[in-house]
């Protein structure tokens, strides 16, 4: 008998819900169990809906719809984040947890609901469960939620729904249902924050860092959502439209992002940039450092493309060779990890914001980079970049950057988590840096054992654990601030199971590995 590679992926993330339950045990955390159970049948009707093509839009094709692991992610990132600020005494970012906890819950059941309602016959039996999940969710909202923050949720929810109509349609076959309720449902809960913080300036707190993700995620929505529906008119190609492009994108920077960000900094943001960058030598050299290995990054992909071109063959790049960047990626993070936190969290809001800025330019065919940009990059296209766009190097910048990002540092005394909690910044490098990159080269190199009803291998996993472990040793050694206090048994039990994740996940891993190794190191 086969095994099912989505039963195995549902088991593995029922059971991450199962380990947030029992350590944290309040009303939120049983909504999580009642939202998993239903979120199973629900991906079912989903995954059928894909086989016969009448899912609406168009997904990523050999994929799952992958709701389990997406629904999920929210909903326990939230209630991970919430018991940590509340043992911090931290009552406004408790409460904030709880909105970010109850948002992902709302925002799984739209999903749910409509593919309940285009599902013929009607499937009774998944209706009363998600019935059953829906009013136990709801009852628990009605008890928990003020007035102000269910409209908050619901914000979130309608901003949703019109963000999933725009990007769906005009990026087929880019996203697994799941994938866009964790991308589209993510950049949601950016946009209303900012606008909600843009209408309360005087509320305004926090670091100044941490205003430049918002900016950057909703520039780069607009630029993107405008251009797309203006190139549906007219040519992208021409010298015209290219000029027009550039002075928009300089209008859109200079004229609108940077004036929104001076007012909730309270600072023109490139004079504040620049006494950061600048405040002593060792953010200079990290940045010398990181310049350098950005030209490394660029040697490998002309490198591959000279290879290319000289090749009697199509020549496309191996898994080793993507792993490259993995490799480059653990060296660029790690001493930014270990010696500059902040530094490290503006620069790769620097390098997201650039990314997508390149690959408007490569989509749109923008001259002078555009089609010089499509050459290079299709090198490296895997079976998951089956849309128009190429997605594969963000998801990893995003997966390694997202555990930095999230960090609850008000909730932290003295911007350290005590046991586990000391690694939640080293989540992505040990989910997609470490472990993924091990487990893709071992296993396509020397595995022999695959894991049923997947192309995975058992050596690969177990190589990837063994690696992981070898790294959070490492990181013991060089950072002082990580201080495990006998917490060894779960920190490999959250690894053990981040990568069996790895083994049997159709969706982005390079998203979701580190978001649940995170959820796991937080409590």
Not at 2 to 19: D, G, H, K, R
Not at 78 to 107: D, H, I, P, Q, W
Request: charged share 10%.
């Amino acid at each position: 008998m086969q095994t099912n590679p989505v039963l195995v992926e549902s088991a593995v993330i029922f059971s991450v819900v199962m380990c947030v339950h029992l350590a944290v045990w309040n009303q939120h955390s049983w909504c999580c169990v009642a939202l998993v159970i239903q979120a199973f049948y629900v991906q079912h009707k989903w995954d059928r809906l894909l086989r016969n093509g009448n899912a609406v839009f168009q997904w990523r094709p050999s994929a799952n719809s992958g709701i389990v692991p997406a629904a999920m992610v929210m909903p326990l990132l939230g209630v991970a984040l919430r018991e940590k600020c509340a043992a911090s005494g931290n009552v406004y970012f408790e409460r904030f947890s709880m909105v970010v906890t109850v948002t992902g819950m709302m925002l799984a059941l739209f999903l749910s609901l409509l593919a309940l309602g285009i599902t013929r016959p009607v499937p009774t039996n998944t209706c009363v469960i998600a019935g059953v999940a829906s009013s136990a969710i709801l009852y628990t909202v009605k008890q928990t939620l003020t007035v102000s923050e269910v409209i908050e949720v619901l914000e979130v929810l309608l901003i949703f729904v019109y963000l999933s109509l725009i990007v769906l349609y005009l990026l087929p076959r880019c996203f697994t249902p799941g994938e866009a309720l964790l991308i589209v449902g993510g950049i949601s809960f950016i946009v209303n924050q900012l606008i909600k913080r843009s209408l309360n300036l005087t509320e305004v707190k926090g670091e100044p860092i941490h205003y430049f993700l918002p900016v950057v995620v909703v520039g780069s929505l607009l630029l993107g959502v405008f251009f797309a529906l203006l190139f549906c008119f007219m040519e992208s190609e021409t010298w015209v439209s290219s000029l027009f492009f550039h002075i928009m994108t300089a209008v859109l920077g200079l004229g609108i992002l940077m004036p929104w960000l001076s007012l909730l900094i309270r600072r023109h943001p490139i004079m504040w940039l620049l006494d950061f960058v600048t405040l002593n030598d060792k953010r200079l050299c990290l940045l010398g450092y990181w310049m350098l290995l950005a030209a490394l990054a660029s040697l490998v992909v002309l490198h591959q493309n000279y290879q290319r071109q000289s090749g009697s063959k199509k020549h496309q790049a191996s898994t080793v060779v993507r792993k490259y960047f993995h490799l480059i990626v653990v060296a660029t993070f790690v001493p930014g990890l270990v010696y500059d936190r902040q530094l490290l969290h503006v620069a790769s809001v620097g390098c997201l914001g650039a990314f997508l800025l390149l690959e408007y330019v490569r989509y749109f065919r923008i001259r002078p980079l555009g089609q010089l940009l499509r050459q290079l990059l299709t090198l490296f296209l895997d079976e998951r970049d089956s849309g128009p766009l190429i997605l594969t190097h963000i998801y990893l910048l995003l997966g390694v950057s997202l555990p930095i990002w999230l960090f609850p540092g008000p909730c932290a005394p003295k911007g350290v988590l005590p046991g586990a909690g000391g690694l939640v910044p080293y989540a992505g490098v040990l989910a997609v840096g470490v472990g993924d990159t091990v487990a893709s080269v071992f296993g396509s190199s020397l595995g022999e054992i695959r894991w049923p009803g997947t192309k995975k291998t058992v050596e690969g996993t177990a190589t990837s654990v063994f690696a992981q472990i070898i790294a959070v040793a490492i990181f013991l050694i060089f950072d002082p601030t990580v201080n495990l206090n006998s917490t060894y048994t779960w920190i490999v039990g959250s690894i053990t199971l981040v990568a069996m994740l790895e083994a049997y996940t159709s969706q982005i891993d390079n998203l979701l590995l580190p978001l649940y190794l995170f959820i796991l190191l937080l409590l």
